[in-house]
Structure formats: C-alpha cells, structure tokens
Nanobody, 126 residues
Framework: QSQLVESGGGLVQPGGSLRLSCAAS????????VGWFRQAPGKEREGVSC????????YLADSVKGRFTISRDYAKNTVYLQMNSLKPEDTAVYYC???????????????????WGQGTQVTVSS
C-alpha cells in the first residue's frame, strides 16, 4: 500500500522552529514532486511549498518566504520543510503530497497531487 507519512509537528512558541518530514512507503519518493499544504480551522487548504523530483524547481508561498525552506534527501527518500520564525498564523494541519507527472516541475495546487499524507498538527502559541 502506497502512503505518505508526515512527522515533526508539535507545539512551539512564536519565533520558534520546527522541521517537518515527509516519508513514503510503498513507492520511491525520490521520483515524485512533493508539495506541502496546510489547512487551518475554518479555512481552505493552501499550498505552502513544493519541490520537484529533480530539485530544480521549488516554490514558497509569499506568506512563508524568508522563513520556510524546503529540501529533499535522496539517500533518505525524505522531503523536509524547515520552518523558522513561526507565527501564530502558521498554526494548521500540515500535509505533504506527492505527484509523479513531471521531473522538473512542482505545483502549488492540491489537485496536482496524487498521494496525500494524513497530516501533522503545527500549533504556534505562547
């Protein structure tokens, strides 16, 4: 069974940092573009960041530029979202998603992704 698993969420104070991980079972994540999305209570799911399978294309939403970084480790078959200078408005459930359609492209829309994880809660609060 193919699935994605997120980890690394938790409770952090404003200004703090977290690193989310996205790992796959049942398929090789290295061959997939990976996106990170988040959904806060009462809000629509939004694209936060993505990275192509080749690492040549990345995307960061304006709301997280300068604070979040996306990367992938081929040896570990894992994609990371490093989140620094966290703000209360970053509070949400964060999901990773994977798609194999392109090598040098990653999308910011949820309908561009085939596989989804169950999500990990990130809460930024003092």
């Amino acid at each position: 069974q193919s699935q994605l698993v997120e980890s690394g969420g938790g409770l952090v104070q404003p200004g703090g940092s977290l690193r989310l991980s996205c790992a796959a079972s049942g398929f090789v994540l290295n061959y997939y573009a990976v996106g990170w999305f988040r959904q806060a209570p009462g809000k629509e799911r939004e694209g936060v960041s993505c990275i192509s399978s080749s690492r040549t294309s990345t995307y960061l939403a304006d709301s997280v530029k300068g604070r979040f970084t996306i990367s992938r480790d081929y040896a570990k078959n894992t994609v990371y979202l490093q989140m620094n200078s966290l703000k209360p408005e970053d509070t949400a459930v964060y999901y990773c998603a994977a798609d194999s359609a392109y090598v040098n492209y990653c999308g910011a829309r949820s309908d561009e992704y085939e596989y989804w994880g169950q999500g990990t809660q990130v809460t930024v609060s003092s």
